[in-house]
């Protein structure tokens, strides 16, 4: 792949990670690229051709896994240096990930595995995003918030993103990564009742956005 092929890859995997649900519509896909429509459209429909992608007219765009594996490898790459320039070599987080983009796209699945030992294994970025697993099968955590889903969905909590008291709390209720919610029933104003294992829990507003998961079957 080109390099510009690999950025239209990886910011349509950013933007689910942000909170885009899947198909990805191309109108943010432009505007993150800063591109022009048209010409999105037009690499839309080669990624396609390639297998890269599917394109739903109207709709967007839905990675692959040969997509999938390929992005995750790539931001693996990004984000272990990212880390290594940051840490160990005291840049700032804008120098980091200018230089870190550029690395990504010569550094060896070796190399990486290297880095990421000499690293201590890491499992989040500097901005705390997940560092993909060396093997190509694993998935980036493509997580959307809570409120996207609706009554009977099952899903799986990815990451809580809130302050330490609301962290705290959660966690004593079970929202922990790794663990499977079911959306039960939903108030007039978005608040929700999802069931944890074994008891229900009601969440306001102002948390369905900030617990972040994906569904079961991803």
């Given amino acids: 792949m080109s390099e510009s092929e690999e950025m239209y890859l990886v910011t349509i995997a950013q933007l689910m990670e942000g909170g885009v649900g899947e198909p990805v519509p191309l109108s943010p896909l432009a505007e993150e690229l800063d591109i022009q429509p048209v010409s999105v459209n037009q690499m839309v429909r080669k990624l396609e051709t390639d297998g890269w992608l599917k394109y739903q007219p109207y709709k967007g765009v839905?990675?692959?896994n040969k997509g999938r594996q390929t992005v995750s490898q790539i931001l693996r790459h990004r984000r272990l240096w990212?880390?290594?320039l940051v840490e160990y070599l005291g840049l700032?987080?804008?120098e980091a990930d200018s230089l870190a983009c550029r690395m990504e796209h010569i550094t060896s699945p070796d190399v990486a595995d290297r880095l990421f030992t000499f690293l201590g294994e890491p499992t989040r970025s500097v901005k705390g995003k997940p560092i993909p697993a060396s093997e190509l099968h694993e998935s980036l955590e493509f997580a959307q918030p809570l409120s996207h889903f609706s009554v009977g969905e099952v899903v799986e909590v990815v990451r809580v993103d809130a302050d330490t008291n609301m962290h705290a709390f959660l966690e004593q209720e079970g929202l922990i990564p790794g663990t499977p919610l079911t959306v039960l029933a939903m108030?007039?104003?978005?608040?929700?009742l999802v069931g944890i294992a074994n008891h229900q829990i009601?969440?306001?507003?102002?948390?369905?956005?900030?617990?972040?998961?994906?569904?079961?079957?991803d």
């Fill in 82 to 84: 990212q880390l290594f």
């Fill in 62 to 64: 839905t990675l692959s």
């Fill in 187 to 192: 108030g007039s104003k978005g608040a929700m």
């Fill in 92 to 94: 700032s987080l804008e």
């Fill in 202 to 217: 009601n969440l306001g507003t102002d948390v369905t956005g900030l617990v972040m998961v994906k569904r079961v079957d």
